[in-house]
């Protein structure tokens, strides 16, 4: 039978989810830059407004999903 997941584990799973998210959107804007020949500039701006966006959609997501988990929580 299968237990329920620990603190610990659950933690270490968001935590994966969250840098998952992370890369996968810091990656786009650089990697879609380069099929039009940028500059070194242009790559690092891309790249610095992929990490801020990334930044800013893990922020998000992790507000949204703590305001469903309190919900249930408070329901126990």
Do not use: C, H
Request: without cysteine.
């Amino acid at each position: 039978m299968v237990e329920p997941m620990s603190r610990e584990e659950r933690d270490a799973g968001n935590r994966k989810i969250k840098i998952g998210f992370l890369v996968l959107v810091a990656a786009s804007p650089p990697l879609i830059t380069l099929l039009g020949d940028p500059t070194v500039v242009q790559l690092a701006v891309a790249a610095g407004g992929g990490l801020l966006l990334g930044l800013l959609v893990v922020w998000y997501l992790g507000r949204l999903a703590s305001e469903f988990t309190a919900g249930s929580r408070r329901l126990r």
